[in-house]
């Protein structure tokens, strides 16, 4: 059974950084591209990362392009997503995707990140 | 990057079909056979309903189903069921090798 455990969230004033976690299993991680996707608080889903599974292709949305930066480490199954300069607009549930192809097929419950001072 | 429209609410009764669409432009919908559609229940994460325009992942019920005719992809839900009553998110490759997801639809069943 796939498993995707996000971590890292919590709340962090205006300009500051915060590093979030997917820890998966249940699969062969190295094999699939991974994504993290956002949602602020009452609003839709929003896409904010994607990284191929060979770690050669890293794409972003516009709004977080050169504050946040999406990595992967295939030797401990782990997924990260580093955010710089934080706004209150980056404020949202982060969830971690497992891409299964152009598409989204497992995700993780999700971590609550606030930015507010 | 702007997000692919959906209407933000449609309604429907017990055992009713509905039609949620989701318009984007040639550089996303339109041009690739890479639209999803997710269940989003209150408090939960979504879940993948319809890959690839109209390909069920297994365990969904074939009620389900997906389509698509230029720029706009449909999702159809038939025999509506209390338990369908959830928000509804369709999402696309684009030309950019980026993703977009539509603003999301909150199905209601009276």
């Known amino acids: 059974e796939v498993q995707l455990l996000e971590s890292g969230g919590g709340l962090v004033q205006p300009g500051g950084s915060l590093r979030l976690s997917c820890a998966a299993s249940?699969?062969?991680?190295?094999?699939?591209?991974m994504s993290w996707v956002r949602q602020a608080p009452s609003k839709g889903l929003e896409w904010v990362s994607s990284?191929?599974?060979?770690?050669?292709?890293?794409y972003y949305a516009d709004s977080v392009k050169g504050r946040f930066t999406i990595s992967r480490d295939n030797s401990k199954n782990t997924l990260y997503l580093q955010m710089n300069s934080l706004r209150a607009e980056d404020t949202a549930v982060y969830y971690c995707?497992?891409?299964?192809?152009?598409?989204?097929?497992?995700w993780g419950q999700g971590t609550l990140v606030t930015v507010s001072s | 990057q702007s997000a692919l429209t959906q209407p933000a609410s449609v309604s429907g009764s017990p055992g009713q079909s509905i039609t949620i669409s989701c318009t984007g432009t040639?550089?996303?919908?339109?041009?690739?056979?890479?639209v999803s559609w997710y269940q989003q229940h209150p408090g939960k994460a979504p879940q993948l309903m319809i890959y690839?325009?109209?390909n069920r992942p297994s365990g969904v019920s074939n009620r389900f189903s997906g389509s698509k005719s230029g720029n706009t992809a449909s999702l159809t839900i038939s025999g509506l069921q209390a338990e369908d009553e959830a928000d509804y998110y369709c999402?696309?490759?684009?030309?950019?090798?980026?993703?977009?997801f539509g603003g999301g639809t909150k199905l209601s069943v009276l």
């Open positions: 995707a497992k891409m299964g192809g152009s598409y989204y097929d497992s």
């Open positions: 249940g699969f062969t991680f190295s094999s699939y591209a």
């Open positions: 990284v191929s599974a060979g770690v050669s292709g890293a």
């Open positions: 040639s550089s996303d919908v339109g041009g690739y056979n890479f």
């Open positions: 690839d325009v109209s």
């Open positions: 999402s696309s490759y684009t030309s950019s090798s980026t993703r977009v």
